[in-house]
């Protein structure tokens, strides 16, 4: 390692200070006898004083980071330094030291060098003497830099330099041994913290557990001053405080996602440190570099944030981001299998409060408690809604369609309950302003935006008030969603009372049917249209519903009179059914009755 020497140097062999040998050994004994950083510099810094009896040695770590020095030990005088003290890369006569990787050393003016920076709290401006080596890693590059100072009339001689330069070899081995034994223990910390934050995690089985788990373990994992930990809602849009630590920190403020969306996305991609102050000046208020916040991420389902503050301006490294993504990763997946977990219970105790409902098989005070664990009140109106999938070209599956149906059945009618099950939807709405009708209107918005997507019919029942009124509403959901098609040529909404007549003779068909001579006459004509492509059961039954009226049967039908009669005639001659003489209202039923049985697939 070359020497940069400045000025006179003396050179006589009876030098004002002999180096001894036995300052080497006593380092070479001080950097073996320990691993601990902090006991090896502070015994360096003594030794290498004494040893050149010089006023002040100072310790400089080059910053991985932004490779500026900063001061990790100094002699006594200074000790306030320690941390403080920092110099941009190449800046003052260590900067330069540590920019060339090499030694220097002034024997007098040292302030009037060039190369020289005044730091008032160092009190460099009385120094005359100075001296510099670079300390070097096994690689050969620069990890800090030695500096020693001394005043008038002291001056620093080649043998002092020399001195120095071994020093610095040794205290760069022991640099770099204490750092590898402190890398590696601060690696197992960090593996053993991951380990228990994992067995933590599995252990949760509520969010309540499992949310303050995660806060306090992150928080002293990553050494943090506090963690928050906000959660996603329902629908994803609010990220909602959940759990901090230490818990009387104040907490972060609530965030909108879609105003965040943009921030959020940069910072799950790896967003790094200006990510995270933006997400940090949202979440406290403040403009905090010394923070982490990491969204968590699961199967690209944005669960919640991992929020971490440091005191003070306290440099986050890209080591401590990783782990910080790490553990956000882990908290995701755990949050979201409790989710799941906790949504899969709700879904099995709404099924099962709906089957009971539906045969009133428990007591009205049991379903009520239920009800209300669930957040419904049973005290209050509600219609039964059943909708189930109709044939027809689709877009999408009918689960996809029956979710989105649920979920926006779920947001226009707060505190109602869906079931999705059997290739059906059935659910309790709730009934507020408007009753009946506007609960009809607004699904039929609904149903107008999705039915393109996959067809499907949505029947309703009459209001139900009370535990005991919602087996006949079940009842009648199901018998308006199963008379939909008849009552309209594309079933959309139907309600209980707009089934007619049908509402009796649903009861008829399911309980099964008298044997009647005008039924088997109308299954003849049904055959029979089927097998030549003729329209006569829909003649007659336009023919009943005008009273008779040839004109107006005709018109509706666009065919001439003659040609109904025509058409008339030819029932009776097929079925015997002289419908001018028949018992219309008789005909009429088996009409419907049939109608009923096509739409069944009876």
């Excluded at 073996?32 to 290498?48: F, K």
């Excluded at 002293?220 to 901090?244: I, K, N, Q």
């Excluded at 099962?352 to 669930?374: V, Y």
């Excluded at 609904?446 to 996959?454: A, D, E, N, Y």
């Amino acid at each position: 390692m070359s020497v940069s020497h400045t000025s006179t140097v003396s050179n006589e062999p009876g030098a004002a200070r002999a180096v001894e040998s036995r300052y080497l050994y006593q380092i070479i004994n001080t950097v073996s006898s320990t691993l601990d950083l902090d006991r090896v510099l502070r015994a360096i810094v003594d030794l290498v004083s004494e040893a050149i009896d010089c006023h002040a040695c100072w310790i400089y770590f080059v910053d991985p980071d932004d490779h500026g020095l900063v001061l990790r030990a100094v002699s006594d005088p200074y000790s306030a330094l320690a941390g403080r003290l920092r110099f941009e890369p190449g800046e003052g006569l260590a900067g330069w030291v540590a920019e060339h990787n090499q030694a220097v050393f002034i024997p007098e003016n040292a302030p009037g060098d060039p190369r020289a920076k005044v730091v008032p709290e160092a009190e460099e401006e009385k120094y005359q003497s100075l001296c510099a080596a670079p300390l070097q890693a096994k690689a050969g590059h620069v990890i800090g830099v030695i500096a020693l100072h001394a005043q008038a009339p002291r001056e620093f001689t080649r043998a002092d330099s020399d001195f120095l330069v071994h020093a610095a070899t040794l205290v760069a081995g022991a640099i770099e041994n204490a750092r590898l034994y402190e890398d590696t223990r601060r690696r197992l910390s960090m593996v053993e913290g991951l380990s228990d934050l994992a067995r933590a995690l599995s252990a949760a089985s509520t969010l309540e557990n499992l949310l303050p788990a995660v806060a306090r373990r992150a928080q002293r994992l990553l050494e943090a001053s506090c963690c928050d930990v906000l959660v996603a809602d329902a629908d994803g849009h609010t990220l909602t405080p959940g759990a901090a630590w230490p818990q009387q920190q104040p907490a972060p403020r609530s965030l909108n996602v879609n105003e965040l969306g943009l921030e959020l996305a940069l910072s799950a991609r790896g967003g790094g440190a200006e990510s995270s102050r933006r997400l940090a000046v949202a979440l406290w208020g403040d403009d905090s570099d010394s923070a982490v916040v990491v969204p968590m991420v699961a199967a690209d389902e944005l669960v919640g944030v991992l929020a971490l503050r440091y005191a003070g301006d306290r440099r986050i490294d890209a080591e401590q981001r990783e782990i910080a993504t790490s553990v956000a990763n882990q908290a995701a997946v755990a949050i979201k299998k409790v989710q799941l977990i906790d949504r899969l219970t709700e879904r099995n105790a709404i099924k099962d409060l709906l089957e009971d409902l539906s045969h009133g098989s428990a007591t009205p005070l049991e379903l009520e408690e239920r009800a209300a664990a669930l957040g419904s009140d049973l005290a209050m109106p509600h219609v039964v809604l059943q909708a189930v999938p109709r044939p027809g070209p689709a877009e999408a599956g009918w689960e996809s369609v029956a979710e989105s149906l649920e979920q926006a059945a779920a947001r226009a009618f707060p505190g109602s309950l869906f079931d999705r099950r059997d290739a059906a939807l059935r659910g309790l709405i709730r009934l507020s302003t408007g009753g009946e009708a506007a609960v009809a209107e607004r699904l039929r918005e609904i149903h107008t935006r999705l039915t393109p997507k996959h067809p499907f019919a949505i029947g309703l029942s009459n209001r139900c008030n009370g535990p005991g009124s919602y087996p006949n509403g079940f009842s009648e959901a199901d018998h308006a969603v199963a008379a939909a098609s008849v009552v309209s040529s594309e079933p959309g909404v139907v309600g209980f009372d707009d089934l007619g007549a049908y509402k009796y003779l649903l009861k008829v068909s399911a309980d099964g049917r008298v044997r009647d001579r005008r039924g088997e006459a109308l299954q003849q004509l049904a055959d029979y249209d089927r097998r030549h492509r003729s329209q006569l059961l829909p003649t007659l039954e336009e023919y009943l519903r005008r009273r008779g009226n040839i004109a107006a049967a005709a018109a509706t039908l666009y065919v001439h009179p003659n040609t109904l009669r025509q058409r008339l005639r030819r029932i009776q001659d097929l079925t015997g059914l002289d419908v001018a003489r028949e018992d219309w209202l008789m005909i009429e039923i088996e009409l419907k009755l049939h109608r009923l049985d096509e739409a069944l697939g009876r």
